[in-house]
């Protein structure tokens, strides 16, 4: 294990410092553009090393956090602890147009778009780690399946952090197996949901690992078994919660949904804006619960149909938006072939995956050409792989932006309109 100093010449696409080292190139994970740093070796391969910053020696970043979380140097929960969520605003930008640089016009874009920061203490939705050997409920080590112990937590609901000491003692009565928990809570934490999940290759959950509400202090509102593809085992208590946006949102334990309390109110009205008041047919295809359709539908009632390939999203989107066509259980690039002759006068949205859309979904708008597409990415990189494409079949970007919804981490979302 070497140990070098280093001048991080900037921030690339993961949240690494970048450096030159005796012709090897370094990633240095806690480093900041600007600054000399001492780093460790951690792996080497073909020239690239992957290296952690022991200490900072020259004037630190003005987005650096001084003090940051003190399970930071093992925990996994976040892997940029060190960058002030709104100082380090500038420097989102920089991850999503270095993680995009394969698309120079896109990355340049990128690096100039505008950045909606958020506060800390913001995850509605996360998933701890369970081991019983240990007795310890958190969130995973850096690159390693060893669960750290979180006696505090930055990035976690208050509620949920509140609930640890008495969610490990009750686990450690009822559950002998490692188990991922779920947890989920609506917007102003009066409501919270849990599940425990199998691990993979671990054995099915029984029933009786869940704990009983009596053992829980602060605890969720309702407790259950999650399976395979989204199927719920109720136990006690409720299933969801609900989200009090301008149209209120039924959202199940287990169901994909934006996880920053500070940023969906001001996502659902940012949305609606973009869409604006034209009541176009909104062809939703990754729905979800319906949150982005429901946004569309606030800014004018329009015919909507919502293509989500979890069968509890879909139900939850049929309950949320009663006058929409719901197509469950069948991917997006399905709802289309079987869709016909779609008018082009339309609004077509896109949530992908981090995978970004499919190359049949891509060849299949290109070939509709909605009028209108709104893209909310979650991966730099595959955003700019999907818009690349549909530029090239006669779209052009009239709106992009950037929405940091997981402050003290690496991930940026792109919100994009193709016209």
């Known amino acids: 294990m070497a140990i070098v100093e280093l001048d991080i010449t900037k921030i690339v696409g993961g949240g690494r410092g970048l450096a030159h080292h005796e012709g090897d190139t370094w990633m240095v994970s806690g480093a900041l553009p600007r600054e000399q740093v001492h780093a460790e ?13 022991l200490e900072i020696l020259s004037a630190p970043h003005p987005a650096r956090e001084t003090a940051p979380c003190i399970h ?12 002030l969520p709104e100082a380090g605003a500038a420097l989102k930008a920089e991850i999503a147009a270095e993680a995009a640089r394969g698309w120079p016009e896109l990355s340049g874009l990128l690096r100039e778009a505008p950045v909606r920061a958020s506060p800390l203490a913001y995850r509605l939705r996360a998933q ?3 081991d019983p050997d240990q007795g310890i409920l958190g969130f995973y080590r850096h690159r390693s399946n060893i669960v750290e112990t979180i006696s505090q937590c930055r990035i976690l609901s208050p509620r949920l952090v509140r609930s640890l000491p008495s969610l490990t003692d009750a686990l450690s009565h009822s559950c002998p197996h490692p188990v991922n928990l779920e947890w989920l809570e609506n917007l102003d934490g009066s409501q919270a949901v849990a599940a425990l999940k199998r691990v993979e290759r671990g054995p099915e959950v029984p029933v009786s690992a869940v704990p009983a509400a009596d053992a829980l202090d602060d605890g969720p509102n309702g407790f259950h078994v999650l399976e395979a593809y989204g199927d719920l085992v109720r136990v006690w208590g409720r ?4 989200m009090a946006l301008p149209i209120s949102l039924e959202v199940p334990i287990g169901a994909f949904f934006q996880g920053n309390r500070h940023l969906v109110p001001w996502l659902f009205q940012r949305i609606a804006e973009l869409v604006g008041p034209e009541p176009v047919p909104t062809w939703d295809l990754h729905a979800g619960v319906g949150f ?10 329009r015919p909507l149909v919502l293509a989500e390939t979890l069968k509890a999203s879909g139900r939850a989107a049929r309950r949320n938006l009663p006058e929409a066509t719901i197509r469950f259980g069948t991917p997006a690039e399905e709802v ?5 002759r779609i008018p082009r006068e339309s609004l077509a949205i896109v949530d992908p995956p981090r995978a970004g859309l499919s190359s ?3 060849r299949r708008l290109a070939g509709w050409h909605p009028d209108r597409l709104l893209m909310l990415a979650c991966d730099p990189a595959t955003w700019a792989r999907d818009t690349a494409d549909l530029l090239g079949k006669g779209y ?8 940091d919804l997981f402050p003290s981490t690496h991930h940026v979302e792109v919100l994009s309109v193709l016209v």
């Open 41 to 53: 070796s951690l792996t080497t391969r073909k020239g690239i090393v992957e290296g952690n910053t």
């Open 336 to 340: 289309l072939r079987r869709s016909g």
């Open 360 to 362: 049949d979904l891509r």
């Open 128 to 130: 701890l780690h369970w």
């Open 239 to 242: 299933d969801h919660v609900r």
């Open 292 to 301: 982005l359709a429901a946004a569309a539908t606030h800014a004018s009632p």
């Open 72 to 83: 930071s140097p093992q925990c996994g929960g976040c892997d940029c602890p060190h960058i």
């Open 396 to 403: 052009k970007l009239a709106h992009l932006e950037l929405i």
